[in-house]
């Protein structure tokens, strides 16, 4: 059987051959492919940028990468859009990653000639759109309305929220609530060794967030700022900052508020070693405008790091209110970072790494595969 898979994922094109920053992994991928023959992928391919520092090439025969074009448009070309609709139309089903212009194309071409479709809700057009820059502000309430109409109308959908996506975004069709993160099995050594770290004193105090830096509804400069005041009250703190992009604008934010020496840019780490570098912070902060539930959360609530985060999407499903800040709210930030004494940091370690239970990789992966196999079931008849 064929698939065809829609989203907004960045591959990058290195002399003809096609990278991932780690969104669209083989390991991704592979999940579709224990139901299907063969996956065709609509997405956008730009070129290597200077800040990609880990790629891993999308090697698999039985994948096929179509690369979207938008030319400055908020729509695809229309030799896309035909080349779209004849791979659904002979598809035996489709499977998007919402929110995105070719997922919501691909979706009206599903309908169009009858595919059976499965929508995996990752995360909030209106947060996303409106929080991104002008323009968004102006798409924002039309992609919000298409996203409610397609989940509303969905065969098949997939939620990574407990809660969160499925009130606001509800649905009439089959759903499950079932994370996409991938996490570590942990024992109990994880938990001794960071309460071991919180008791002995160190010099320097270690934030770190993972996420795109040139992606502006992330927050990371929120943080930045939040750095200035807790220096003029004599806390002198660094923060570590891991994943793609180019950085220059947070490198100016982080000189006009002088706290360069205090920023450090990671580039992008391979996912294997993320795990590692989580074990070397000692606050873990999502201060993003938007989010899913976000999978580096939950990454840092399994190694048992304490961790801060906004109010936004699923974050208060991974951790407790007295960690949560109203998003962009620099003076909270702050007054929650200076607050972070031993005795709030092993109170935290010990509820994040028990929260992080509930996302036991082989729980998910089953829940996962059964909704898989029923959605493949459907597609072959």
Not at 27 to 39: C, N, Q
Not at 239 to 260: C, D, P, T
Not at 285 to 309: D, N, T, V, Y
Not at 328 to 338: C, D, P, S, T
Request: with cysteine.
């Amino acid at each position: 059987m064929k698939l065809v898979f829609a989203h907004d994922h960045k591959l990058r094109n290195i002399n003809g051959r096609y990278y991932t920053t780690g969104g669209l992994s083989n390991e991704i991928i592979s999940k579709y492919l224990d139901f299907f023959d063969s996956v065709t992928i609509f997405c956008r391919v730009i070129e290597k940028q200077d800040s990609d520092t880990s790629l891993s090439e999308l090697t698999n025969s039985r994948v096929t990468i179509k690369p979207t074009s938008f030319d400055g448009s908020l729509i695809p070309k229309s030799s896309i859009l035909k080349q779209m609709e004849h791979e659904i139309s002979t598809a035996d089903g489709l499977i998007v990653k919402l929110h995105s212009v070719v997922a919501e194309f691909a979706i009206h071409y599903a309908r169009k000639h009858h595919i059976p479709y499965l929508i995996e809700c990752v995360g909030d057009p209106w947060d996303a759109y409106w929080n991104y820059n002008i323009k968004g502000k102006m798409i924002a309430p039309f992609m919000t309305l298409l996203t409610k109409s397609a989940l509303k109308k969905a065969p098949y959908v997939m939620y990574v929220t407990k809660e969160y996506l499925e009130k606001r975004y509800p649905t009439n069709g089959r759903w499950i609530a079932c994370s996409d993160v991938v996490l570590k099995k942990a024992n109990t050594d994880v938990l001794e060794q960071r309460l071991s770290r919180i008791r002995n004193n160190r010099m320097v105090f270690k934030l770190g967030t993972l996420a795109q830096v040139d992606v502006r509804y992330k927050g990371q400069e929120y943080v930045i700022e939040a750095l200035a005041g807790l220096k003029k009250r004599g806390l002198k703190i660094e923060y570590e900052l891991v994943g793609s992009g180019n950085s220059n604008r947070l490198r100016q934010i982080a000189e006009k508020f002088g706290v360069e020496d205090q920023v450090n840019f990671l580039g992008t780490i391979d996912h294997s070693d993320i795990f590692d570098w989580l074990d070397t912070i000692d606050l873990y902060i999502q201060p993003s405008k938007q989010e899913g539930l976000p999978r580096s959360l939950a990454e840092a609530l399994s190694r048992a790091c304490p961790a801060i985060g906004a109010d936004v999407g699923g974050i208060s499903e991974l951790i407790s209110k007295d960690c949560i800040f109203p998003k962009g709210n620099v003076k909270e930030i702050a007054q929650l970072i200076a607050s972070a004494d031993k005795k709030f940091l092993i109170k935290n370690a010990k509820e994040n790494y028990n929260n992080a239970q509930n996302y036991d990789v082989e729980l998910l992966s089953e829940k996962r595969r059964k909704f898989y196999e029923e959605f493949s079931q459907i597609c072959a008849n």
